[in-house]
C-alpha cells in the first residue's frame, strides 16, 4: 500500500507557465483534497472531489482548476502561474462515515513561480 | 469568522510533559484534529476528539471541551523525535476542516 502519491516533488515554473500535479491514492478513498502550505498560515483548501467526476470549490480556488476522472487520481492543474502560488501543495484523502474520517496526506509538492 | 489558535512555537525538555493549547472558533463543529508534521514532511494524523473529555493514545493524550471552545494535546515523556509542529484541525458544519498555522516544538537535550 502506498498510500498518497504526488507527483513531482519538486517544480520551478516561470510566471505564466502551466502545469499540472497529480495525486493518486490507493486506499479506495472517496474524498480527494488538495491544499496548500504557506509559512505562518494553516492549510487551505483549494478544491475538493467528494467521488468520482464531482469537484468542488474549497477556500482559495482561483488560478486553480481540478479533475477527478478516475477514483484514485485527483488532479490540480495551474493554468497560468504567478509568484503568489509559490507554495508546498498537499493532496490528502479520506473515506467518509469510517470513525474519525481521517485525512491522510501525500508527501507533498514544492512549487516556486519565477 | 472561523479562527483556529494556538502558540507559534514552544520549547520543552526532553523526559519532560508539554502541553499544546488550541482554540477554535468555527460555524459548527464536527470533531477536532491534532496532527503531527515532521519539517519537510506531510501532516499525520494523531488524534480526533468529537466528545467532551480526554482520549488517551500511549504518551500523547488529546482533551476536548466544546462549550469553552477549547482543546489541548499532551505529550509524554519527551523524545527528540517529537520535534515538529502540531495542528490543530477542526471540521465544521460543512464538513470542511479549518486548520490552525501549527505549535513548532522544539525539545531540547
Known amino acids: 500500500n502506498a498510500g498518497v502519491t504526488q507527483t513531482p516533488k519538486f517544480r520551478v515554473l516561470k510566471t505564466g507557465q502551466s502545469m499540472t500535479l497529480l495525486c493518486a491514492q490507493d486506499m479506495n478513498h472517496e474524498y480527494m483534497y488538495w491544499y496548500r502550505q504557506d509559512p505562518g498560515m494553516g492549510l487551505r483548501l483549494i478544491h475538493y472531489?467528494?467521488?468520482?467526476?464531482?469537484?468542488a470549490k474549497g477556500e482559495v480556488p482561483d488560478g486553480y482548476n481540478v479533475s477527478r476522472l478516475k477514483k484514485q487520481n485527483f488532479l490540480l492543474g495551474l493554468e497560468s502561474a504567478a509568484p503568489s502560488q509559490t507554495s508546498v501543495y498537499f493532496c490528502?484523502?479520506?473515506?467518509?462515515?469510517?470513525?474519525?474520517?481521517?485525512?491522510?496526506f501525500g508527501p507533498g509538492t514544492r512549487l516556486t513561480v519565477l | 469568522g472561523q479562527n483556529i489558535d494556538q502558540p507559534t512555537e514552544m520549547t520543552a525538555t526532553e523526559g519532560a510533559i508539554v502541553q499544546i493549547n488550541c482554540t477554535y472558533q468555527t460555524s459548527g463543529f464536527n470533531g477536532l484534529f491534532w496532527y503531527q508534521q515532521h519539517a519537510g514532511e506531510a501532516p499525520t494524523f494523531l488524534s480526533y476528539n468529537v466528545l467532551d473529555g480526554l482520549e488517551e493514545k500511549g504518551r500523547f493524550s488529546s482533551f476536548l471541551s466544546r462549550s469553552k471552545g477549547y482543546s489541548y494535546l499532551l505529550l509524554k515523556e519527551l523524545q527528540m523525535k517529537d520535534s515538529a509542529s502540531y495542528l490543530c484541525?477542526?471540521?465544521?458544519?460543512?464538513?470542511?476542516?479549518?486548520w490552525g498555522a501549527g505549535t513548532k516544538l522544539i525539545i531540547k537535550p
Open positions: 472531489s467528494v467521488g468520482e467526476g464531482t469537484t
Open positions: 484541525a477542526v471540521r465544521d458544519s460543512n464538513y470542511q476542516l479549518i
Open positions: 490528502a484523502s479520506s473515506a467518509p462515515g469510517q470513525g474519525s474520517d481521517e485525512q491522510f
